[in-house]
């Protein structure tokens, strides 16, 4: 039985069977206490021998030579725990020591490990509270992402990982290659792409966007949830060189109901988490973020600000904050800045809109003004931006402009014109970066923390 359904069952001296890793043992004069965790819920079972109730000899033996992170199959009987904290135990009859761990080399001991530490030995840290607990709720909010837009009829588009398009016009992509780059003549600045293995010149995407767009003009309401990648060397504890990105994408919709699809979105996962992964969610907030919890549950409860970006670099001029960027409309928004207009102008999540269309990707609607676009960003305390997002020019001449102008090869994007060619229509669509979604409700500080094998700037060790 997993330990999760043991945990719920009555104590009622049936017999009962776990399997899993001993986290801790304790040897006492005639009884020896063992923790055991298969991972399947945050609390492991204590399973107790008595040796003064006669163990088989093999059990005795197993007894003697178990150690913390060996995995093991124990057999007793469910009873009511004297110990305080633990409502169940196993009276423990029978062991089989299924792999032994040498307690010398075994690197993970009793002792509370740093976070860096861990990461250095990611095939194992899995095996942490800490660790277990971030898998879990990464594999809920997974579900809880699906079901949201399942029950609102939008359909999961699978768009494609390789890709000879730059979908945010960053240039910061990864290419893709069978050639073999050691024998190219070092002569020519460019390889022959056209011998190349799809006969250009490919990439990994940076977003399934573009062709979620293809998908909702023709499904109405889309969403993507797969793997993305950045070549960008940024040493954050935010960015990832591989993460995973969630991007619904409507048509017949502009920039107002995408702000309400971002807000119902978020809390609709804040609230499955806090149901769910209530366990999990309690150790965070006593032992990674003080507060998380009920942050949490005011989040749900708020009503998301609503900012311009123009109105929002004005509140930082004005603020008196003493800045290390100076705000200037024109320029990015800063992490610091991000963190003023959460935590202290708005006290919450803040959609900041109409961005400065030099600041933005190509795809996004030109405003009148001409200089700004609908674009939205959804900040969150402590974090700064969890989502962006956009609503997507649907005029072709404007669009056409927009990427000559931004020096684009318009042949390589004739695919994504021909949805403004023909029958184009007004839509808008956001991406949620996963890892900074689990970042945000499990309170952990790093992003490389939340990614089972973290890929960034020269990391990928494992
Ligand atoms: O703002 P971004 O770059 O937007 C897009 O990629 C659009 N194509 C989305 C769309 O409109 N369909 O990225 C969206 C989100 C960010 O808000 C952030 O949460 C996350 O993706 N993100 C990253 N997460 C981890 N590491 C990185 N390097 C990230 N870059 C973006
Ligand atoms: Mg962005």
Redesign the pocket.
Known sequence: MLIKDILKAEADSSEVRVSGWVRTKRDMKNLVFVEVNDGSCFAGIQCTFDKGQGLGAATETGLSRLTAGASVIISGRLVPSPASGQRLEIAATDLIVTGEADAESYPLQKKRHSLEFLREIAHLRARTNTFGAVARVRSRMAFAVNRFFEERGFFLIHTPIITAND??GAGAMFQVTTLDLAALDGSSAQPDWSRDFFGRHCYLT????LE?ETYATALSRVYTFGP?F?A?N?NTA????E?W?I???IAFAGLPELMALAEDFLKYLFTDTLEKSADELDFFDRHIQKGLVENLQNLVKSQFTHITYTDAVNELQKSGEDFDFRPVWGGDLQTEHEKYLTEKLAGGPVIVTDYPKDIK?FYMKLNDDDRTVRAM??LVPRLG??????QREDDMKKLEKRMIDMGMNIKDYSWYMDLRRYGTVPHS?????F???IQYVSGMAN?RDVIPYPRAAGQADF
Do not use: K
């Open positions: 979908a945010e940076v977003s399934g966007q979620a993305t950045r960008e940024s935010r960015h990832l060189a993460f990105m991007e619904p994408e990707a960003d959804v931006e969890i989502i962006g997002g956009s669509g956001f991406g949620l970066g890892e900074r979604l992003i």
